[in-house]
């Protein structure tokens, strides 16, 4: 994994690229990025609860969109997608991270994905250093054999892969293999490639393994 390459392509992208060495660095860095009062989002992430950005968000010091707040109907939880394309700045991780400057994303019910291509002013993405991959294809595997199989693990969704561990698609050629389960959580699958936005999107690399 060449980290360096990574930084740089993701700046030929027109992203913001940063390199930091911990999780408390990362909070850190995070803090300048956002003013206190904003509004802010999240798509879900397991890397933002274990690096504590979302108590981070919950200190007060922001207007959080919480779509984790104890006792949120389903409606409610989709008011919170929809108003999360107003918000000032929205947090995420990514699938993959190509080292060509890339974001490789594979949604279930799309919010993050879209939340990511357009409407927050600012979208900042935290992953570990785990997250990066050589190419597309590369990319394509890691969410077929690592993401979507732990994820869906996480959720308590039955699919192929939440038994075996891998995508009954992991090794057919083509990008939307898979399961015909009601719970399949890959059905909208997004790069992001050069931004017209420039530094819209900030991507800070961790020196550290996160999430998946
Ligand atoms: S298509 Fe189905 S089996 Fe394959 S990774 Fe997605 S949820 Fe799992």
Redesign the pocket.
């Known amino acids: 994994m060449n980290i360096e390459k990574t930084l740089e392509n993701l700046r030929k992208n027109n992203m913001a690229a940063y390199f930091v060495e911990n999780k408390n660095e990362a909070l850190g860095l995070i803090k300048e990025l956002m003013a206190k009062g904003e509004t802010v989002s999240v798509g879900g992430s397991v890397t933002l609860g274990e690096a504590g950005v979302l108590d981070l968000l919950r200190s007060g010091d922001y207007n959080f969109l919480d779509r984790y707040k104890e006792g949120l109907t389903r409606e409610e939880v989709t008011r919170v997608f929809k108003e999360s394309f107003f918000a000032d700045t929205y947090l995420t991780s990514s699938n993959a991270i190509t080292e060509e400057g890339e974001l490789y994303n594979?949604d279930g019910n799309a919010n993050r994905v879209a939340a990511m291509l357009f409407g927050p002013k600012s979208v900042i993405v935290l992953a570990g250093k785990n997250k990066i991959v050589g190419s597309l294809k590369e990319a394509e595997k890691r969410?077929?054999t690592v993401a979507?199989?732990k994820n869906?693990k996480r959720l308590s969704?039955k699919?192929?892969?939440?038994e075996?561990g891998?995508?009954?698609?992991?090794d057919d050629e083509k990008m939307?293999?898979?399961?015909q389960?009601e719970?399949?959580?890959?059905a909208s699958y997004t790069v992001m490639a050069r931004q017209r936005i420039k530094d819209r999107v900030k991507v800070i690399i961790v020196n550290e393994e996160l999430g998946y």
């Not at 891998?166 to 992991?170: I, P, R």
């Open positions: 594979v969410v077929k979507a199989p869906v969704m699919t192929y892969c939440s075996k891998f995508c009954m698609g992991a939307c293999a898979g399961c389960s719970d399949r959580i890959c």
